[in-house]
């Protein structure tokens, strides 16, 4: 198979990216502080931390708050500030700790003033800094700026280089609390990585220096190359941030891909629990909670935010907070979840077991609990168990476990089984609870149901069931309660005249048991392409005379094969993966339409590498063609490459395609294929803008 782990940028961080890759000459030879270890291990001592943990004695939990990037870019106000600072106060936020209110890049006017010192845009910020720092202070808030350790910021304004005791003052002198010291705009002479310890070293120390707190936040990490761990200087740098900084960056920016970013942030931190304690942490970057140009759903926004909390990352919003709905005030303001983020012990989440492509990580809290993460990176809902005692906690006779999210607490013996939704996280604070108190609470149960629809090729992830098909369907029921249910029955629903078969009962089902049962389930003829749901529900008694039930539900693809002379525009795809935005259909990413050296096609698709679609035939169709090339509207350096897999075996690759290669007319052989991928990559390697067209792409299936 080709290269599965995309990588993907929105055109906002190519910029960034770009800059840093160009002008990058950092020697390969690690750091002094390469040997540096981590931080000395924190007792569990229950009490609040030590400021001396923290070099500056800031930031002794997480930083929350504020930032403007992801929601306004460079276009941010003044008035944008301060509405977003009322809603923070006005929605209890700000109550809650949400306090550091970050101007990110673009505040500065673009020159300095005569003595060299920074000033703000006289448009965007009339007041000036001071000004807006006590506004900000009355309000009971802090502010926050944003610079860049080179000579220019990321978008191009005045960067700090040659300034840093200057601007450092400067910040002190208008009430600054926060700073964030990005990597952009490298000096003339270009760096190396011993000259980039020491500038982000001399700016934490003039920092230091003016007296004033100022929690100190950057970017050095991120100068080691996309913060690619397995580049030498990665590792080196975030031990040396973790000793000068209060938090750094570990990972390149969030792109619009939930799923790799999201759990590629999450990837690269968990190797770096050591390095997190009280006053210095790894920075996931900011919450995009209610952040209109991302849209995220509530399930997603909540794993974000779990997955923020549980590796005690600051939690830093971005987003227009004065029009907030409920949705992003209730997920923002989860008091139980910001708490796993707080919590005083200062501990990172580390990761205790993999299991079906679910990450299990255990963070240790400082009144004995621990907040486990069930963390499911997979395109499916999966099924885990863990135990308490793998999590870390001591042995009891029984454990409560508090969904976080769902703000239900439930009785284990020690096992903890979850159905994990697809690309998700579930949160739980387990803690160790006398026998007799836990059994105040439902057990915890758990209904799994995988319909056992058989892979369209062996090694494909796509399972899709054709009208008039029969599937098996087992579910299973478990008790991982410490007290046994009673009278469980397992049922099996779905669209109507699809089930047959009865529920499954038992008597009882102690500690540990099970209840399987298994359905025939038969897609009636006629049914049209699309996600069909089945839900197991199972329901029981408990305690004196208490009753519970659980349920999951999976959907099965049914799809239908295509016939005739479709254009690829014409069908729905099995699923669709884009660089950036969404895949343009018959028009491109600008609404324009898709045109390739000055020929305009009527039917087509717009992708932007890297970009893989996959197409199902059924076995239907014999051949697929298309005109293949950079869309006219790229006018950057544009790069990409073309490659066609037939049930995942390789039959067309364009070789590099760019701007100036003549318009190619692929022709590929796709007999008897249940799927045909359409993979776009990066043509040389970078990330660039790879802007690639299908022009009437066309298969040819049997009527
Ligand atoms: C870089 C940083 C972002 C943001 C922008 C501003 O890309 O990583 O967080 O600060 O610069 O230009």
């Not at 800059?19 to 000395?40: D, K, M, N, R, W």
């Not at 280089?161 to 490298?186: I, P, R």
């Not at 490459?641 to 100036?660: C, I, K, L, R």
Request: aromatic fraction near 8%; include cysteine; charge should be negative.
């Amino acid at each position: 198979m080709p290269h599965r782990r995309r990588r993907i940028v929105s055109t906002a961080v190519l910029a960034t990216a770009l800059s840093a890759a160009a002008a990058l000459t950092v020697a390969a030879a690690p750091a002094t502080s390469a040997s540096a270890a981590p931080a000395a291990p924190v007792r569990h001592s229950g009490g609040p931390p030590a400021a001396s943990q923290s070099y500056n004695g800031q930031a002794l939990t997480p930083p929350m708050g504020w930032n403007d990037w992801y929601q306004y870019g460079c276009n941010v106000t003044q008035a944008d500030v301060l509405a977003n600072a009322q809603a923070l106060v006005s929605s209890g936020l700000a109550r809650l700790g949400y306090k550091y209110v970050n101007l990110d890049d673009c505040w500065m006017a673009p020159t300095r003033a005569a003595d060299g010192s920074l000033q703000a845009d006289p448009t965007t910020f009339p007041n000036g800094i001071a000004w807006l720092a006590t506004q900000l202070h009355h309000m009971g808030l802090k502010l926050g700026v944003y610079e860049s350790f080179g000579v220019t910021t990321c978008q191009g304004r005045p960067g700090s280089y040659g300034h840093y005791q200057q601007d450092a003052d400067t910040f002190a002198s208008w009430g600054v609390d926060f700073v964030k010291f990005d990597y952009c705009g490298l000096p003339p002479g270009g760096v190396t990585s011993a000259s980039l310890e020491a500038d982000y070293q001399q700016m934490s120390q003039d920092l230091v220096a003016t007296g004033r707190p100022i929690v100190y936040s950057q970017e050095l990490p991120i100068a080691a190359g996309d913060a690619n761990p397995s580049n030498a200087n990665y590792l080196p740098y975030i031990a040396y941030s973790s000793e000068i900084a209060n938090m750094w960056r570990v990972a390149p920016d969030l792109t619009t891909n939930f799923d790799s970013t999201i759990f590629g942030h999450l990837a690269a931190d968990l190797p770096l629990a050591s390095y997190a304690h009280p006053g210095a942490w790894n920075d996931l970057d900011m919450l995009l909670t209610g952040n209109t140009s991302y849209n995220w759903t509530v399930q997603q926004q909540e794993t974000q935010m779990s997955i923020w909390a549980e590796m005690a990352s600051p939690l830093i919003d971005s987003s227009d907070l004065s029009s907030m709905t409920a949705a992003t005030k209730e997920i923002l303001g989860n008091k139980a979840v910001v708490a796993v983020d707080q919590d005083p012990l200062g501990k990172q989440g580390q990761l205790v077991a993999a299991q079906n492509g679910v990450d299990v990580v255990a963070k240790p809290l400082a009144d004995g609990d621990v907040a486990v993460l069930l963390a499911n990176t997979a395109s499916t809902p999966e099924q885990v168990s863990t135990t308490a005692q793998a999590a870390g906690l001591p042995h009891a006779g029984a454990y409560t476990v508090q969904d976080l999210w769902a703000h239900t607490t439930r009785e284990t013996a020690g096992t903890i089984t979850a159905t994990v939704p697809a690309e998700s996280a579930l949160l739980y604070r387990v803690a160790p609870a006398r026998a007799p108190a836990a059994s105040r609470y439902a057990p915890l149960t758990n209904v799994s149901v995988s319909p056992d629809v058989p892979a369209l090729y062996t090694g494909s992830q796509f399972a899709v069931a054709q009208p008039g098909q029969t599937i098996s369907v087992p579910a299973t029921f478990l008790n991982d309660g410490r007290e046994p249910v009673t009278r469980a029955s397992l049922a099996l629903t779905g669209p109507s005249g699809w089930v047959t078969g009865t529920p499954v009962s038992a008597r009882i089902v102690g500690t540990g048991g099970e209840l399987d049962g298994n359905w025939q389930v038969t897609v009636p003829a006629g049914t049209a392409a699309g996600s069909y749901t089945l839900t197991a529900t199972a329901s029981y008694g408990w305690g004196p005379r208490r009753t519970g039930s659980a349920a999951d539900q999976a959907s099965v693809v049914v799809d239908v094969p295509p016939t005739g002379m479709p254009y690829l525009d014409q069908l729905s795809w099995l699923s669709a993966e884009n660089g950036f935005g969404p895949v343009g259909i018959d028009e491109n990413y600008y609404g324009g339409p898709l045109t390739i050296h000055g020929v305009v096609y009527a039917h087509g698709l717009w992708v932007n590498s890297v970009a893989t679609l996959y197409y199902y035939l059924g076995g239907n169709c014999t051949q697929f063609t298309a005109d293949l090339g950079l869309d006219d509207s790229d006018k950057g350096t544009g790069a990409v490459v073309y490659e066609f897999y037939a049930d995942g075996t390789q039959v067309y690759d364009s070789g590099v395609v760019t701007n100036s290669t003549p318009t190619i007319q692929a022709s590929v052989n796709v007999t008897g294929a249940q799927v045909l991928e359409l993979y776009v990559g990066e043509g040389n390697g970078t990330i660039n803008y790879g802007n690639a067209d299908f022009g009437s792409p066309q298969l040819t299936c049997n009527s």
